[in-house]
Every structure is written in C-alpha cells, then in structure tokens.
C-alpha cells in the first residue's frame, strides 16, 4: 500500500525534519538518459492518486506530475546522458542522477527514502526501499516526476532523430528500434556500452 508511513517512522525515529523521496527512470533502455528526481512532499498537500508511476496510465502521470510540483515543499530532476553512462555504467550513472536530483533541492533534505536496495551515497541518512515506488508516497512521487521527464525527453528526441521511433519506445529495445538500429546504426543518443548498440557501431551516425 502506498502511504506515508515510511516518512512518519523516519521522523518519529531519527527526527528527520525534512524527508525526500528518491527514484530513478530509464536505467533498461538502449538511448537517452537515465533520469531521477528527488520530492519532498508536504504531509498537509499530497495530490490524489499518487503511486508507483509504472501502475499509473500516461494521462494519469501527466496529470500528476504538475500537482507534485505544485504542492510538494521541493522537487528536483536530474538526468545523466549517454555519454556519461557508458563512462562509468548505469549503476553508477543511476547514483550519479540520484546525488544530483538530491542536491538540487530548494529546501535541503535531512534523511532520503530511496527506492531498491542498493544506497547510492547520497551523503545524508538513507533508507532503501524494495519496490518503494509502491510503499512510499514520496518515492511515489519521484518514480512520477523522474518518469514524465524522461519521457518528454525522448518525446523531443525523436524530433531529431524520427528514424529510431523514440515516441513510442521511450529508446527501450523493442522491435521496431531494433531494425532502425540495424538500418541506420547508432545515433549519439545510443548507450554505445550495451551490447545490442556496441555491436552495430561501425555503422555510427553523426
């Protein structure tokens, strides 16, 4: 169930004043960034209907996403391209984002609440949650933010490169990206380190 009580433990626990929740888009698809955000929600404000983003419909998500910026106390997005994910992998590129989503914030956290299992270092208490995006209202609300602005920003990368079908796939490797790919190679937007994309790269294209 999603609620606030992993928040109302954290306070109740550690006194933690200020709790962010943290979570992550886009660690699977073969192009574009990896994306997080990090929200502070303010127990008084919470939108309707808040829950794990992969649960909810895209019109659901779109919806939302502007009532959480709205409302919540603080909200940041952070994304990490290509490039950066093949220099040091996505898991490290996935913690990169979250650091980032973390230290933009107008108001500073004092504890995170972080979805999955492994602590990305963010430098302040941390807890990791298992499918958090489902227990926590404020991991909730990243898993939402972290995965509109993912998707508009594939939504305009497809503006440039039409060929790829960026629209629809988001850059996952579904069938018709995978005979673009075979067609045109990669495009700079391509995690050139994962294997379906490393393979075709002699046919790389500017």
Sequence with gaps: MTDFSNELWVSSEFGAKSICGIDEA????????????????????IPQGLNDSKKLSAKKRDELAPQIKEMAIAWHVAFIDAETIDEINILQATFKAMREALSGLKTAADFALVDGNRDPKLGIPTKTIIKGDSLSLSIAAASILA???????????HKTYPQYGFDKNAGYGVPVHI??????????????????????LPTAVG
């Excluded at 886009?26 to 404000?45: F, H, N, Q």
């Excluded at 995965?147 to 990368?157: C, G, I, V």
Aim: aromatic content about 8%; glycine content about 10%.
């Design 26 to 45: 886009g660690r699977g698809p073969w192009a574009g960034p990896v994306t997080a955000a990090a929200v502070i929600l303010d127990a008084g404000k």
């Design 147 to 157: 995965k509109t602005a993912r998707d508009e920003f594939m939504q305009n990368a």
């Design 179 to 200: 005979a673009a790919l075979e067609t045109y190679g990669p495009c700079p937007l391509h995690r050139k380190s994962f294997k379906p994309v490393k393979a075709l």
